[in-house]
């Protein structure tokens, strides 16, 4: 076991001494988007009723001890005191649990009066007092008089990065407490292991916390929507997400698949799901691994849906089930078909054929046919033939899980989309449209404001509906947005012997994954960002972008002398250091200033946006 020194910092009842220290004195400092992200996701810190963070707020001391608290191992199962710690924090003060285990481990002490002052504005030396005191350090640790040496250490050791107070006796802001609790994460304790690690988590390659890790690790769920599911959330989120982009609780449907973290306030929802006959389960049906439905073989991502899937369970090798996928890709939930009743269309992008075990020791062999539909899921269908990849295939489920697929034919539609975004021609986009937009045999989920001002010219429209109203509900779109391909960086490029013996090799990143492949095609690009064409391990075509030098980033736009270029909403933004290429952040892109490289596929009235973003 551990031993940690934890020493009572020294708080004046009163600072006078005024070390004025400038922030930027420690180097540059993170985003303040990663920094309240990170910090958040650990429950840290939290917002208010509407995800608000407050950032310009002052913090008192009750609140600062109550966020140190929260930044050691086991601090959020906190409650409330045993007995009052001081005489002006009664067992009933909001924060009389975290006062007393502050007082306990030795993190802070009370005035010499004998009182705590909860509600008093925190100064920036008792904060970094306390700060240090997690990391290890006591008064020994300390030269001069108090708050000098622990300040000269708050900066050597780059706590001070982002951190607007100035000197000792500045008020703490809540903005600078997300930076100096965001920079405790990378800093060594005195036993020389970087703090992260005493929280169960991990930095990144760069020496910065793993903000993906961090926010799946205190990601709570799933839990399946059904009637009465917002209440076991237990607040209002003040962000939502829903397969990836941003939505409102109205946009969560039944079946849909939720994760959640109350400290960021935040809500994030999947709609993935795939319907069929479960074909195998493995290893066995007492511990279920894995299950295979319509020719595809999904991981189990918890207990519960184990459970289901288990000789203990109600489904069967044989059974006609629902998968609910998670977040992850794996199965969440198990449901009965009927959990996809109902009607949609889509597109066919796969139809296979294989042999599958029926449940009773033999095999059959059936067609598998892979739809991704208008509301960008992709469903699987067996024993359905007739249909090739690219067809336009209505599917009808009823209750009783019995399928069927009709192929459409074309319905097509051409016009130009108003400016804002509401209208195709005569038409009304309804609300809540559905539009895929179909692209190399991958499909985006695109909202009508994404349309705005192109022209749909023949061709362009590949199906759409209208609801009793006569406006658009649906629409399935040809290669209009360019949403659908995949974008990255293409790394290193080799080219090698002569004439028809000559040889091509390509490295390049696609969302921050590497991919080499090699072979006599040469793609039509050597270098810089890419549009790919096909599996990222086996493209058909790599293309290259076009590039627009320097330029400030401002409300999702590039703008570059004159002209402005619209952002992606999946801009891809690497760090070009030392050489490499390293996924990043857009908000670190907007930092850079001119220091940038941005790439666009096509010409904005031709829906064209900035792919690739590369910050030097």
């Not at 270098?527 to 320097?550: C, F, H, N, Q, W």
Request: contains cysteine; neutral net charge; proline residues 3%.
């Amino acid at each position: 076991m551990k031993t940690k020194r934890l020493f009572a910092a020294l708080l004046a009842a009163c600072l006078t001494l005024s070390l004025v220290l400038p922030a930027s004195a420690a180097g540059t400092a993170a985003s303040l988007e990663d920094a309240s992200q990170a910090v958040t996701s650990l429950g840290i810190l939290s917002g208010d009723g509407s995800g608000n963070l407050n950032l310009s707020a002052k913090v008192t001391r009750a609140e600062f001890v109550t966020m140190v608290i929260k930044a050691t191992p086991g601090g959020d199962g906190v409650g409330q005191a045993a007995t009052s710690p001081y005489p002006d924090v009664p067992r009933s003060h909001w924060a009389s649990g975290y006062v007393e285990a502050a007082v306990a481990r030795g993190l802070v002490t009370g005035f010499s009066d004998g009182t705590f002052r909860p509600g008093q504005e925190i100064k920036l030396a008792e904060a970094v007092s306390m700060v240090l005191a997690l990391l290890g350090y006591g008064p020994e640790d300390f030269s001069g008089a108090y708050p000098t040496g622990q300040m000269a250490m708050y900066n050597s050791l780059k706590l001070s990065q982002g951190v607007t107070a100035a000197g000792a006796t500045s008020p703490l802001t809540r903005q600078d407490a997300v930076y100096l609790f965001y920079n405790l994460l990378s800093v060594k304790t005195k036993e020389g292991v970087p703090y992260i690690q005493l929280l169960g988590h991990s930095l990144d390659a760069s020496g910065k916390p793993d903000l993906v890790s961090l926010v799946n690790g205190q990601m709570e769920g799933p839990l399946v929507v059904q009637r009465g599911w917002k209440s076991s959330l237990g607040f209002t989120p003040g962000k939502v997400y829903r397969n990836g982009s941003a939505a409102t609780l109205n946009n969560i449907q039944d079946y849909d698949v939720v994760y959640w973290n109350a400290s960021m306030s935040t809500v994030w929802a999947y709609a993935k799901k795939t319907t069929g006959i479960i074909q195998g389960i493995e290893p066995s049906g007492a511990a279920p691994t894995s299950v295979t439905v319509a020719g595809q073989t999904y991981a189990i991502e918890n207990s519960d849906a184990a459970y289901a899937l288990s000789d203990l369970g109600q489904y069967r090798v044989g059974s006609g089930v629902t998968l609910l996928l998670g977040r992850s890709g794996g199965v969440a939930a198990v449901a009965d078909v009927s959990a996809s009743a109902g009607e949609l269309v889509g597109v066919v992008t796969q139809v296979t054929r294989g042999s599958f075990p029926d449940g009773n020791g033999g095999t059959y062999t059936a067609q598998t046919v892979t739809l991704l539909a208008t509301d960008g899921q992709t469903y699987e269908y067996q024993g359905q033939g007739g249909y090739s990849k690219g067809s336009v295939v209505r599917v009808t489920v009823n209750q009783s899980g019995e399928v069927r697929l009709r192929g459409l034919s074309g319905t097509s539609i051409t016009g130009k989309v108003s400016a804002d975004g509401t209208r195709l021609d005569k038409y009304t986009f309804a609300q809540g449209a559905e539009i895929l937009d179909i692209s190399d045999g991958r499909g985006a989920v695109v909202y009508p404001s994404r349309l705005a001002g192109l022209n749909l010219t023949s061709g362009k429209v590949r199906w759409y509906s209208l609801n009793p109203q006569g406006e658009i509900e649906a629409m399935i779109l040809n290669d209009v947005t360019g949403d659908a391909y995949q974008y990255g960086y293409i790394t290193r490029f080799e080219e090698q012997g002569e004439g028809m013996s000559k040889y091509y090799s390509y490295t390049y990143d696609i969302g921050g994954v590497s991919y080499t492949t090699a072979g006599t095609t040469r793609f039509p690009a050597t270098g810089g960002a890419i549009k790919l064409l096909g599996d990222p391990a086996d493209p058909e075509r790599l293309y290259t972008l076009t590039s627009v030098k320097g330029g400030q980033i401002s409300d999702s736009q590039l703008i570059a002398g004159s002209q402005k270029y619209t952002l992606s909403d999946d801009v891809v933004v690497y760090d070009n250091r030392n050489g490499g290429y390293y996924l990043s952040t857009l908000s670190r892109a907007e930092e850079s200033g001119a220091q940038l490289t941005a790439w666009y596929d096509k010409a904005e009235s031709e829906g064209g946006r900035i792919r690739v973003i590369v910050v030097k």
